[in-house]
């Protein structure tokens, strides 16, 4: 076994959920001085698997052509990191800074990610309102009250 989830909506969400931590990474790889490709190389060995795979795939693409088409055929395929692999393409195009737009770019992730796990947690108690209804209660009348009124009616 891979390690890797076998359903595709779980990939996804394992994906998703990498991607703050990737663009941290490749920030602090960026802003330690590496160009765009070794960054790629150093969290392609470091990252989440998800987005390792992902990363892998890029660096060997850029074996065959230029790394910013390696990227942007990246970028097309996979939505989760087209705003990372965005943000090193302008990076190796312009030579702009990608460091600081990849640390706004996970917190922004981090907080996309908080506010989508609050919205389940409000949905919690709908839930959790059937089977505390039909099975909690039920039970609780059961071993509890039906034993008081049964010993009552026996005398």
Known sequence: MNGRPRHPRRQAAA???AVPLAADLLALALGAGLTPYLALEVVARWAPPPVAVRFEAVL????????VDALEAEA?????????LRALIASERLGAPAAPSLSRLAVEARLRARQEA??????????????????????FLVLTVAPVLLAGFAR
Request: hydrophobic content about 60%.
């Open 60 to 67: 060997a693409g850029a074996r065959e052509r230029r790394l």
């Open 76 to 84: 097309a395929t996979c939505p989760p990191l087209r705003a990372v």
């Open 118 to 139: 609050l919205a389940r947690a409000r949905t919690v108690p709908v839930r959790l309102l059937f089977p505390l209804v039909f099975l909690v209660l039920p039970a």
């Open 15 to 17: 994906l998703v959920a």
